[in-house]
């Protein structure tokens, strides 16, 4: 069995979008799965928008996503350059082939001459088309012309009747009409072959088997397949992986929020997160388990069951898989990401690695994001400057608000061992003395140790922040009620 190749074959013009990550995880997990080699390949023949930044970002894009190829610009490899502008002189071979076999043909056409035909078209209400006018130039002058500097492209000829099938592995048989393609261009009048043109060479010579991409290029297909057969070249297996759609099924865009993998990453989602819900967009395991690690999924992995139909992205399910990672992740790393930020650097200066890692682990099964971390660690190492408005006024404005927080500063106070067990147990047995129940005791304490009305266990809370902090805490709240009393009063 010939060996599995694939490539993940982004034009570095952008951000690595989600799709694009897609993609590569889908190539990747294929590769693994059959024991075969991902192809990394740069297509940079746009030499207006390709840039140098944008093939950065995507490769690390890919790392930090754990997407690794085992060729590429940065690898090498036996097929390489792995860009497609270091392989010019390759693909001037294979132009001069065709022109030589007659299966292409120089073109001077300017462009105020297509403008022309473009506008006649219209005018006769029918589809452009080229009209090969330059087909019929004879050979030997058009190569003089070409010799004497004019401007020429370079293009395929197309059969005008028949169609040309492509057998997608996604899609099943997939006709295209021949008459319905352009004698369409492969080089430009600079030299540079197109798209269409530099990806079959470039799929053929680097032994690609299977070409596994989006769906937007299915339309190019049966332009490749011409030049396959052109050269005489035995065509890959193709297969097409549908769109991501938004939910409102329109075409995924910026303005439904993040669509790069450097924009998730940066608004806090891990890349297990990002990689797991990539994968289930589009692929089945074919039960209802959402969680994945990719690991897992790798035996698994076939292109049957990968989905014909669009895949509609969903932010709400990426988050709620993020939360579950973010929980299962170690404190150390969580806590160690967290301190990129200025806001926990400055909490170290006055604290100790080891405590903000007690703090991640108390905190990181309630996050979404990672800066949720960041803000439910902020009571540890922040003092609280405020209390939530809606918990003051419902656990501040009691008549009883100031007995109940002086039954807890006692409690706290009186107990020496400060430990989950002892405080839990000394406060049920305060609020069955004071005939409370214990929640009227624990919901006026949360707001004065932590400013809000949401926090993990507060025994926990109370632990980590120690006696001392709890104690004054408990005392800052006290005042802040008498001092709200007495504006009260006055008014
Ligand atoms: N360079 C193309 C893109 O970024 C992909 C080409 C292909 O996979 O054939 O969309």
């Known amino acids: 069995m010939k060996s599995i190749r694939v490539r993940f074959a982004p034009s570095p013009t952008g951000a690595l979008h989600i799709g694009g990550a897609r993609t590569a995880l889908f190539n990747w997990l294929y590769a693994r799965h059959y024991g075969g080699n991902l192809v990394l390949r740069l297509e940079d023949t746009d030499t207006g928008r390709s840039t140098q930044d944008s093939a950065q970002g995507i490769l690390e894009g890919l790392s930090w996503l754990g997407i690794d190829w085992d060729e590429g610009p940065d690898k090498g490899g036996n097929y390489g350059p792995y860009r497609q502008s270091q392989r010019l002189d390759i693909y001037q071979k294979y132009l001069q082939e065709l022109i030589d076999s007659g299966a292409a043909y120089y073109c001077f056409c300017s462009t105020q001459d297509l403008a022309a035909e473009k506008a006649r078209a219209r005018e006769e209400g029918c589809e452009y088309r080229y009209s ?8 030997a002058e058009a190569l ?5 500097g004019e401007a020429a492209v370079i293009r395929l000829r197309v059969p005008s009747t028949g169609t040309t ?21 492969i080089a430009k009048s600079d030299g540079w072959p197109t ?55 329109s075409k995924l865009s910026k303005r439904h929020g993040a669509t790069s993998v450097q924009e998730f990453r940066e608004l806090g989602y891990l890349p297990q997160a990002l990689l797991n819900y990539l994968a289930l967009l589009g692929w089945s395991s074919g039960t209802d388990q959402d969680l994945w690690d990719v690991n897992d999924i790798i035996p698994l992995f076939n292109l049957d069951h990968v989905s014909r139909s669009a895949a509609v992205y969903d932010l709400e399910k990426l988050t709620w898989m993020n939360g579950y990672y973010i929980s299962q992740a170690q ?30 682990e108390l905190i990181k099964g309630r996050a979404k994001l990672i800066p949720d971390l960041i803000d439910a660690a902020a009571y540890f190492f922040e003092p609280v400057s405020g209390y939530d408005e809606k918990g003051a006024k419902k656990h501040f404005a009691r008549e009883n608000s100031m007995e109940l927080l002086q039954a807890d500063l006692e409690v706290f106070s009186a107990d020496q061992d400060f430990t989950l067990q002892s405080l839990e147990t000394a406060l049920r047995n305060k609020a069955s003395a004071l005939n409370v129940k214990a929640a009227d005791l624990i919901h006026p ?19 980590l922040l120690g006696r001392d902090r709890c104690i004054e805490r408990i005392k800052q709240a006290m005042g802040w009620i008498d001092q709200n009393q007495a504006n009260h009063r006055l008014q």
């Not at 003089?144 to 004497?148: D, H, I, N």
């Not at 790393?333 to 200066?349: F, G, P, T």
Request: hydrophobic content about 45%; glycine content about 2%.
């Open 144 to 148: 003089q012309r070409v010799k004497s």
């Open 195 to 249: 798209y269409n043109f530099a990806v079959v060479v470039d799929d053929h010579l680097m032994a690609i088997s299977h070409v596994i991409r989006a769906e937007e290029h299915l339309s190019n297909t049966p332009r490749q397949i011409l030049i396959y057969q052109a050269l005489n070249w035995p065509l890959p297996q193709f297969a097409h992986v549908s769109m991501i759609l938004a939910p409102d099924r």
């Open 331 to 360: 404190s150390e790393l969580l806590a160690e990401e967290i301190m990129r930020a200025d806001r926990v650097k400055a909490w170290l200066s006055s604290s100790t690695m080891g405590h903000l890692i007690e703090v991640v």
């Open 165 to 185: 099938r492509v057998d997608d592995l996604i899609r099943g048989e997939v006709e295209f009409a021949n008459s319905l393609m352009d004698d369409f261009i």
């Open 132 to 139: 090969r006018r330059c087909d019929s130039l004879d050979r």
């Open 445 to 463: 304490l949360r707001l004065a140790l932590t400013g809000r009305t949401n926090s993990p266990g507060i025994f926990e809370v109370a632990v």
